[in-house]
């Protein structure tokens, strides 16, 4: 069972910077793609960012295409999500997850196989 582990939330200014970092615990992770949710308060998940494990393809909604980034280090086994020039509409708790079985449907959240607990992000204006 993988287990993912995600840290570097927190409270910030609109304009501010965070990176999210997404732990997964076995050495031998393999998965097809990884790829970060949020949800807001009172309203669905939504993809935001995923990443071809393999060969390292980016892909990201339109509402933050430009301002965040997402990365991956294989050799650690983790997913980093560079959020840049933040607003209050990003506030959410957002979730790592690892879509392991095959298929480029990345941004389908059904998919995915293993998920984290949830890391918030509260942007103030």
């Known amino acids: 069972q993988v287990q993912l582990v995600e840290s570097g939330g927190g409270f910030v200014q609109t304009g501010d910077s965070l990176r999210l970092s997404c732990a997964a615990s076995e050495r031998t992770f393999s998965s097809n793609f990884m790829g970060w949710f949020r949800q807001a308060p009172g309203k669905e998940r939504l993809f935001v960012a995923a990443i071809n494990w393999g060969d390292s393809r980016t892909y990201y909604t339109d509402s933050v295409e430009g301002r965040f980034t997402i990365s991956r280090d294989k050799a650690k086994n983790t997913v980093y999500l560079r959020m840049n020039s933040l607003k209050p509409e990003d506030t959410a708790v957002y979730y790592c997850?690892?879509?392991?079985?095959?298929?480029?449907?990345?941004?389908?959240?059904?998919?995915?196989?293993?998920w984290g607990q949830g890391t918030q992000v509260i942007v103030s204006s």
């Open positions: 997850a690892a879509k392991v079985r095959s298929g480029t449907n990345y941004y389908l959240e059904r998919l995915y196989d293993y």
